[in-house]
């Protein structure tokens, strides 16, 4: 079985610093043996949670547009990839509306008891925060991650790793930076080649 | 002059939880003399999130043209700025980031074009007030909340020491905050508090 990775760009800015890190992490798992989709949030059509709670009662989304089906393909995935840059101190407003969208899975999941994931899928689901910061503070990425454990925890994934680079104002760019690029390519590969023999298929 | 407060329900659902803890502080202010308040439910506000085009940086102004411009005038001119959200997801609603990353623009005249956001004397003569309520009962449902918070309100010059916070935690289906404890005490208590110290401050230095 090919293992699937999903990324996801939640920049609104296009070939920017945050999705060009996400790209080489996909590159690198695409040359170690996975096929490699990538879905970009600005490109598609989708709106915030309204906070109706309808999804606690049926579990489905009131909101039909995007969303699902990015859920969806999520959930068919064996690794996801999930990049945001840092606005204030945060993910994107724009990858912040896409996750907030999860809640009729956390309504499967803690109330209506429709969906579960064992212990042994979560452990073969690995979930990755790729980000860029033009800050060089060290905590600038913190307040990110615990939006990105919901997201995580909400689809049965392990979210085992940050690939993140801060100080792009001082490297002016992803592509100046000394091993961000290098750095995210082989954890793509590493990611894939991890999968491979937890499966039994390397 | 009358102390202005400006007001932003951030929450996608009216009336809940975290609208109605900000109708409470908000009353308590009214009540005290010579205050004029504005509420600006977001979900009424057409502001768009920011597209990080990084215009600002040159233009000291947003390229998009909607909600904001009404509201990046409201902003300077307020006293006071309020603002509401739930936590959805360990974070702020999105639609209260739309309005936080929006102050780019502020980010931009203060740090890069490093022009006044507001007139100097202005300045340590605005207070802010970060409202939320969070279903679930973490004492640290709200940390990841708070940075971003913070970096609204600097970029609008009111100062880490001149924000006020009434963060309720374990309030989950619409309208049980009215039965929680304290809150809406809590609430009254600092609407009031921040009303008096602003006008403290506004009366510095000026004649009585």
Same mark, same amino acid.
């Given at each position: 079985m090919t293992i699937k990775v999903l990324g996801i760009s939640g920049s609104?800015?296009?070939?920017g610093n945050t999705e060009t890190l996400l790209d080489s992490f996909l590159d690198g798992a695409k040359a170690a043996g996975a096929s490699v989709e990538k879905v970009v949030l600005k490109e598609i059509n989708y709106s915030p949670c309204r906070g109706c709670n309808a999804c606690h009662k049926t579990?489905?989304?009131i909101v039909k547009d995007d969303a699902p089906g990015v859920y969806d393909r999520i959930l068919a995935a064996d690794i996801v990839a999930v990049a945001s840059p840092i606005y204030s101190m945060g993910i994107t407003a724009q990858l912040k509306g896409f996750i907030d969208r999860a809640q009729y899975l956390w309504a499967r999941k803690f109330i209506l008891k429709t969906l579960s994931f064992s212990e042994d899928h979560i452990r073969r689901h690995k979930g990755i925060f790729i980000s860029t910061a033009g800050q060089n503070i060290d905590h600038v990425f913190d307040s990110a991650f615990p939006a990105i454990t919901a997201l995580f925890h909400g689809t049965g994934f392990d979210y085992t790793e940050n690939i993140v680079a801060n100080n792009m104002d001082f490297w002016n760019g992803i592509k100046n930076h000394p091993t961000a690029l290098k750095n995210a390519y082989e954890r793509g590969q590493q990611v894939v080649r991890d999968m491979k023999n937890l499966n039994g298929t390397s | 002059m009358p102390v202005k407060v400006l007001a932003f329900a951030g929450s996608p659902r009216r009336f809940g939880n975290s609208e109605t803890l900000l109708d409470w502080t908000l009353a308590s202010m009214a009540e005290e003399g010579d205050v004029v308040v504005e509420k600006v439910p977001l979900t009424d506000a057409n502001i768009s999130p920011c597209r990080g085009c990084n215009a600002c940086e040159k233009l000291n102004k947003c390229i998009q043209r909607d909600g904001m411009d009404t509201y990046h005038d409201k902003i300077i001119e307020a006293d006071c700025i309020v603002l509401a959200s739930p936590i959805f997801c360990m974070g702020l609603a999105s639609q209260v980031k739309a309005l936080v990353d929006r102050a780019q623009v502020f980010r931009s005249r203060k740090y890069?074009?490093?022009?006044? =956001? =507001? %007139? %100097?004397?202005?300045?340590?003569?605005r207070l802010g007030i970060f409202l939320a309520t969070a279903?679930?009962?973490? %004492?640290?449902?709200?940390d990841a909340a708070v940075p971003s918070v913070k970096c609204f309100y600097h970029v609008i010059e009111i100062r880490d020491a001149d924000i006020s916070y009434l963060m309720v935690n374990g309030?989950?289906?619409?309208? =049980?905050?009215?039965?929680? %404890?304290?809150a809406k005490a809590d609430a009254e208590k600092l609407g009031k508090s921040v009303i008096a110290e602003l006008k403290n401050r506004l009366s510095e230095g000026t004649a009585p």
């Open positions: 609104p800015r296009r070939h579990g489905e989304c | 890069v074009l490093k022009l006044p =956001v =507001v %007139p %100097p004397e202005r300045k340590g003569k279903g679930q009962t973490w %004492p640290h449902v709200f309030v989950d289906e619409k309208g =049980v905050i009215a039965h929680h %404890p304290t």
